[in-house]
C-alpha cells in the first residue's frame, strides 16, 4: 500500500483491525500497519477461509507500544466529533494511562496533549533538508512594535496604561485605522482571545466597551458582538492560570483562531497559584509552556507584567520587575513609564521605550485620552533638551555669560573666539577660551579651526540641537 493511513483503513475494512480502533502515529512510522496488511493478505493468498474470519489486533505489550497507543488516544480526545469535554481530557488520559500500565505524572500527560494538538495542526517536530518551510516575511504585526507570530511584554507601573494602550490599538487595528501612534499595522486585524485574571468582568467591560469592543445592553449587563475581535475572554470571575489545567484551555481558544492575537493580563496573576517568586529563575517557565502549547497556531502573544524600579536610561529590558528569565523569554519588551511625573504631577506624558530582537529600538512620547492615546513624538530630541536644561543649570555664572554672548553672536550670525570674549567681557584671554573649551565638552558649542595670517584662531557658534533651548 502506498501510505500506513490506507493500509490502517484497509485493515478495518477487512475487520483485522476492530472498527473503533485509533490510527497510532508511532506505529505508523515503524511500518506497522504495511506490515501487518502484507502478512495478512498473504496469509488469506495460502488459505482463503481465512478472509471471513477476523484476527484480533496484536497487544501492544513495549514501552515503546503502550506510549504508542497512549499517543493515539490523545489524538483521539482532540477530534472535534469527540465527546469528551476539553476540561475532561485529562482525566481520561490518566484513566488510558493506567489502563495500559504507565505510570506518568499529570505534566506528563499535559504533554502529551500538547504534542497530539501539534501533530493535528500539521506542526513538524524538526526542519530537515528537502522540506518547504514556511516563514512568512512580515515581522511584525503593528510595526516596531508587535512582532508577529511572537512573544512580547508590556511593562509598566500600576496605572501608567499598559492594558489600556493594547485594547485601543486593537480597537483602532479592528476599526480599520491604516496606523496607531505613527506605527502602521500589518494585514488586518486578527482575533483576539484575552487571558484577563487580573481584573474582573466589571473592569473588563466597560474599559472594552470604551474603545467599542463590548456593548451595554442593560443595567449591569454587557456583550462581545458577534463581529468584533475579541472571540474568547477570561476575567478574574471566569480565572485562567498558566498551570496544567489552564494552558490548555487557553490553548484550545486559540487552536480555534489561528493566527490571533493572545493578551495574558497579567502575569504575576496568571502565575500566582503556582507559588513561584519573581525571583526565581523558574518564574518564566509557565511562559515557555504557553508558548508551546499555542506555536502551533501562529499566536501573537503579548503578556502584561509590572515593571520594577529601573533606572532613566538602563533599557526597556531593565524595568522588568523579578528574575531576568522573564525578559529572556520573549522577542520584543515594551516598557511604559511617566515621563516627567515625579517633577511635574501634572504631566501625563508617557515614554514608550522598546528593546529586542526585531529591530532598532523606539524612544516615543505619548498621552492617554479618553478615546486612546496620541504620539507627541520621538521622544529622543525631548530627552536631549532635558539634558542640556539639566546641564545648563549646572553652569558657572561666568559659563552663562559666555554662552548667552555666543548666542546673541550666533542670532547675528557671527562666531565667537576667545579674543571675542575678552573684548565683551573681562576676562583673561586663556580663560576664555578654557571657558569655551568647557562649553563645547557639555555640548552647548561646537567649534572649528582656521589659519590666519596671524596665527591659528579657534571659532565656536552655538550647537544646532541647543538653540531651541535658547531663550
Request: aromatic share 6%; with cysteine; proline share 5%.
Amino acid at each position: 500500500m502506498s501510505t500506513e493511513k490506507e493500509s490502517f483503513e484497509r485493515l478495518v475494512t477487512m475487520q483485522v483491525i476492530s472498527p473503533d480502533s485509533y490510527y497510532s502515529p508511532d506505529r505508523a512510522k515503524d511500518g506497522w500497519y504495511s506490515a501487518t496488511l502484507k502478512a495478512r493478505l498473504k496469509a488469506i493468498e495460502e488459505d482463503p477461509t481465512k478472509a471471513e474470519t477476523q484476527v484480533p489486533l496484536r497487544k501492544a505489550s513495549t514501552t515503546k507500544e503502550l506510549v504508542g497507543e497512549l499517543d493515539a488516544f490523545a489524538y483521539m480526545l482532540l477530534k472535534p466529533d469527540s465527546e469528551i469535554p476539553q476540561q475532561d481530557r485529562l482525566i481520561h488520559l490518566r484513566a488510558k494511562a493506567q489502563e495500559l500500565g504507565l505510570s506518568l505524572r499529570d505534566s506528563d500527560l499535559q504533554r502529551k496533549l500538547w504534542e497530539a494538538r501539534r501533530r493535528k495542526a500539521g506542526a513538524v517536530l524538526v526542519l530537515k533538508p528537502g522540506m518547504t518551510i514556511s516563514a512568512p516575511d512580515a515581522v511584525w504585526a503593528w510595526q516596531d512594535l508587535l512582532m508577529a507570530r511572537d512573544t512580547q511584554l508590556v511593562l509598566a507601573k500600576p496605572k501608567v496604561g499598559k492594558t489600556t494602550l493594547v485594547i485601543a490599538a486593537i480597537a483602532a487595528w479592528h476599526c480599520g485605522a491604516a496606523s496607531y501612534l505613527g506605527k502602521a499595522f500589518i494585514g488586518a486585524c486578527p482575533p483576539v482571545v484575552i487571558a484577563g485574571t487580573d481584573m474582573p468582568r466589571s473592569r473588563w467591560m466597560p474599559l472594552l466597551a470604551r474603545f467599542g469592543l463590548a456593548e451595554k445592553v442593560g443595567e449591569g449587563e454587557w456583550r462581545l458582538p458577534d463581529n468584533g475581535p475579541v472571540k474568547a475572554l477570561f476575567t478574574q470571575t471566569e480565572a485562567v492560570y498558566l498551570d496544567h489545567s489552564g494552558i490548555p484551555r487557553i490553548a484550545e481558544e486559540v487552536s480555534k483562531w489561528k493566527g490571533c492575537l493572545l493578551l495574558v493580563d497579567s502575569y504575576a496573576k496568571c502565575v500566582g497559584p503556582l507559588g513561584l517568586k519573581e525571583s526565581d529563575s523558574l518564574f518564566a517557565a509557565p511562559l515557555g509552556d504557553l508558548q508551546e502549547a499555542v506555536a502551533p497556531f501562529e499566536v501573537t502573544t503579548v503578556v502584561i507584567h509590572h515593571s520594577g524600579h529601573g533606572r532613566s536610561g538602563e533599557g526597556a529590558v531593565a524595568a522588568s520587575r523579578g528574575t531576568t528569565a522573564l525578559p529572556a523569554a520573549v522577542s520584543q519588551i515594551i516598557a511604559l513609564s511617566w515621563f516627567n511625573r515625579e517633577k511635574q504631577p501634572a504631566d501625563n506624558r508617557v515614554l514608550l521605550q522598546t528593546e529586542g530582537r526585531g529591530g532598532e529600538p523606539q524612544r516615543m512620547l505619548i498621552e492617554q485620552h479618553d478615546s486612546g492615546w496620541t504620539f507627541l513624538g520621538d521622544a529622543e530630541k525631548v530627552l536631549h533638551q532635558q539634558a542640556m536644561e539639566a546641564a545648563k543649570e549646572r553652569l558657572s555664572d561666568r559659563q552663562h555669560e559666555v554662552l548667552e554672548l555666543c548666542r546673541e553672536r550666533s542670532q547675528d550670525s557671527l562666531r565667537t573666539d576667545a579674543s571675542a570674549v575678552t573684548a565683551s567681557i573681562e576676562l583673561p584671554i586663556r580663560q576664555a577660551r578654557r571657558t569655551l573649551q568647557q562649553l563645547e565638552h557639555r555640548g552647548f558649542l561646537q567649534s572649528s579651526k582656521e589659519t590666519t595670517n596671524s596665527g591659528q584662531v579657534v571659532w565656536y557658534w552655538i550647537k544646532a540641537s541647543f538653540i531651541d533651548q535658547c531663550p
